[in-house]
């Protein structure tokens, strides 16, 4: 028995030791040089309810991302029906999932089945009346492709959500898919809600058109556009009026090259204004097309629009190699690194909507865990007096259990990298009850043995073996609740799984392990007669 208790103590003071080790980053920033690289730093995060910060809900507007998939299918299918010589009198979207074709010549109709068969069978062929000499065609999106395209942005939108606010430098944000193209952001801490807002939902959508140098801009603004041509603006302040200024633009309606060529974006500084530009980096295949690009182009003037906006329109010298280009216009050094960091990350596949929008303060926060903090003081104080009263020296045992209960609930959230919120902290307060809860049912076998005569040691362990199934069967199946409460629910619901949980598994260690060391340590090895029970 003494061997026996000797590697069990061995195991509960290693467990404690564990526990201080893993709690101790979160006590203190104070920590020795050498403790990072011998010792977990993790520390327990706080949630949003707790250090103030911000909640966002999104929509995707995955309808967009269906809309943009067809103008690149009109843009891909009009050069190839010009290479089949197909000739058309109109190609245009029509509503979000349809395309309006009418050929020139009824007897190309055979070749456009093919084409479509070959190329896109993600669109059935739909006569618009019948006929021999029927011309008029709609290409309708199937229901299938639909939805995987709408998936797909949804999808998009959360990955690229993720990445953007990781480089922002938000600690522990929590972003997660919800129900009908929505995602939750939630930003413990932030400072600048405005500009984390700005970041998150900015399309981000880099394009390179050439501007349209053969027809006058002043045309264009009365309304004669040329076909193939769009109008965009360029807006810059002026520092000597005070006002923002807007520039027009004729542009090809063509984008010769997109953002989903880049592999970095840098923050730079010119060396002759002094002002911050990002400096953009394209992988092989783009940095063939930004060549080929520019040296077909030279001496006329490539735009580089972000969002249907000209950032600037320069003129191209001579052919550009190596894969690089920048971005100037006048950019303070935080637009200049916000638009590094959504260029980086990505455009979204489609807009993303406000739905709801939450503030936490921090001085809330702070006075959640000021009053939490209470009453599980309080609650812990009350159950370790009615111990103390009710089972004499059996109930200190326990208190040191639940003492020891707490720190195990603690490190294990430090552990784990969880996130401590609100409704954790009642998870935490639950575990309290519970934790004495066991010690409550095997203490009250152990009174049950000694009423018929046995001795302490012989109470103590019928008492144990007899109560440890019923304590067993009441907290493996409350377990297996707040395992679902956590695999299933969301935000303050999984806080309090995740306590709860952690909590379950550390009452257990501590009710039923660690008290029946002390009480062989008492009984076996000191030999003590009377059991205060």
């Given amino acids: 028995m003494s061997k026996s208790l000797g590697w069990r103590s061995g195991i509960v003071f290693f467990t404690i030791l564990m526990g201080f080790i893993y709690l101790t980053p979160s006590l203190t920033q104070d920590l020795p040089s050498w403790w990072s690289s011998v010792l977990p730093t993790e520390k327990i995060h706080l949630g949003l309810d707790l250090q103030g910060g911000m909640h966002l809900v999104l929509e995707v507007q995955a309808v967009k991302a269906v809309e943009s998939h067809l103008e690149r299918i009109v843009e891909e299918l009009r050069h190839d029906l010009r290479k089949r010589k197909i000739r058309y009198h109109e190609l245009r979207r029509q509503g979000t999932d349809k395309i309006a074709l009418t050929i020139m010549r009824s007897e190309d109709t055979e070749a456009l089945r093919n084409l479509m068969e070959d190329h896109y069978p993600d669109f059935d062929l739909k006569p618009l009346s019948g006929g021999h000499d029927n011309t008029a065609y709609q290409l309708v999106l199937t229901s299938k492709a639909k939805e995987h395209i709408m998936k797909m942005a949804g999808e998009q939108a959360l990955e690229t959500i993720r990445n953007r606010v990781d480089q922002f430098g938000v600690s522990e944000p929590d972003i997660r898919p919800q129900a009908d193209n929505r995602v939750l952001v939630q930003l413990p801490g932030i400072k600048d809600p405005k500009r984390a807002i700005e970041l998150i939902g900015k399309t981000a959508l880099l394009e390179f058109k050439l501007v349209d140098e053969e027809h006058s801009v002043e045309e264009a603004l009365r309304g004669n556009i040329p076909p193939g041509d769009e109008i965009l603006y360029q807006y810059s302040f002026d520092p000597s009026t005070g006002r923002q200024k807007k520039i027009p633009y004729l542009l090809k309606k063509r984008t010769l090259l997109t953002g989903e060529y880049l592999t970095d974006a840098r923050v730079q500084i010119d060396s002759r204004y002094n002002e911050p530009y990002v400096a953009l980096s394209f992988d092989a295949r783009g940095a063939r097309l930004f060549e080929q690009i520019t040296g077909q182009n030279i001496k006329k003037r490539l735009a580089i629009v972000l969002d249907n906006r000209v950032n600037s329109a320069p003129v191209i010298q001579d052919r550009i190699s190596g894969g690089r280009a920048q971005i100037t216009g006048r950019f303070t050094m935080e637009e200049a690194k916000d638009l590094a960091i959504v260029l980086r990350a990505g455009a979204l596949p489609a807009p993303v909507k406000i739905i709801e929008e ?173 059991l205060s029970i």
């Fill in 358 to 530: 939450r503030t936490v303060g921090p001085s809330l926060g702070k006075d959640s865990i000021e009053k939490g903090f209470k009453s599980m003081l309080i609650g812990g104080a009350v159950v370790i007096l009615f111990m103390i009263v009710y089972y004499g020296l059996s109930g200190a045992i326990a208190d040191c259990a639940l003492l020891l209960n707490i720190l195990f609930i603690m490190a294990g959230l430090a552990f784990f990298g969880a996130t401590l919120t609100l409704p954790g902290i009642a998870g935490i307060i639950l575990t309290i009850g519970m934790a004495v809860d066991a010690n409550v049912l095997i203490f009250e076998r152990i009174r049950e043995e000694l009423r018929v005569g046995k001795t302490p040691r012989a109470s103590i362990e019928a008492g144990y073996a007899k109560a440890l199934v019923t304590i067993l069967d009441a907290q493996v199946t409350t377990l297996i609740a707040a395992l679902v409460l956590f695999q299933f629910g969301t935000g303050p619901v999984k806080g309090f799984a995740v306590t709860l949980s952690i909590g379950i598994i550390a009452s257990l260690f501590t009710a039923i392990f660690v008290t029946r060391i002390v009480f062989d340590y008492l009984f076996v090895v000191k030999r003590m007669k009377r």
